[in-house]
């Protein structure tokens, strides 16, 4: 079992930036591969970023250049560095980690960017 606590949402300007923090119940080491995603009601929830076991990078083409995921080993956390936040980026944001075969999320922060 894996929990994760997301924290860092809230309400921005467009332009401005946010931070996104996701900590883990484990180790991440041991976790294959880390994620954000995000979900506007009415809508499916999409990869917004990973990053995997390795170290290696994948973002949506949406937000390319803008945002960026990192991570912290020694505090098991995943972040998500968000700057040129636009109002399509409002969205709740969830953290998800696949680990040895089953997903686990995040309760969801609120990410609002006002125009």
């Known amino acids: 079992q894996v929990q994760l606590v997301e924290s860092g949402g809230g309400l921005v300007q467009a332009g401005g930036s946010l931070r996104l923090s996701c900590a883990a119940s484990?180790?991440?080491?041991?976790?294959?591969?880390m994620g954000w995603y995000r979900q506007d009601p009415g809508k499916q929830r999409e990869l917004v970023a990973s990053?995997?076991?390795?170290?290696?990078?994948n973002y949506a083409d949406s937000v390319k250049g803008r945002f960026t995921i990192s991570r912290d080993n020694a505090k098991n956390t995943v972040y998500l560095q968000m700057n040129s936040l636009k109002p399509e980026d409002t969205a709740v944001y969830y953290c998800?980690?696949?680990?040895?075969?089953?997903?686990?999320w995040g309760q969801g922060t609120q990410v609002t960017v006002s125009s």
């Open positions: 990053i995997i076991s390795g170290g290696s990078t």
């Open positions: 998800h980690a696949r680990h040895w075969g089953g997903d686990y």
């Open positions: 484990v180790s991440i080491f041991s976790i294959n591969a």
